[in-house]
């Protein structure tokens, strides 16, 4: 009976640490240059880069591929500074940009700002 009870409380232990691990990006409207019009969507989904592993974006992947948006984007915390960020980008396909440089405009979304460090890398 001790065991069964250590066991329970070592699963439930391991359950509540899986917790707060979801994925949850964030959709932002993409304007027209005038800012008045509504051309698209994107997700931005920020993470510490040592989160970034081959698990965390299979579940990113899993997570934006169906939302219809534009552009999906994860930009490292530690990257996010003076409107400028590094992290993962993908616009549907097979294959994914990683380490690429962002920018932050003033409507607030983030754009490919260049890929010359970037890495394609093939889904499985």
Known sequence: MKFKKI?????????????????????KEITNGSGNESIGTM???????????DEFIKEWLEEVKDKGSNYDI???????????GKGIYYNGGDTYLKNVDFELGTDLVFTL?????????KIN
């Open 74 to 84: 994860i930009v490292y915390d530690e990257s996010n500074t003076n409107n400028k």
């Open 43 to 53: 997700t931005v989904t920020r993470a510490k880069e040592a989160d970034v592993n």
């Open 113 to 121: 700002s260049s890929q010359d460090n970037a890495e394609e890398v």
């Open 7 to 27: 066991t329970i409380g070592l699963l439930a232990i391991l359950a509540l640490s899986s917790c707060g691990k979801k994925i949850k990006p964030e959709t």
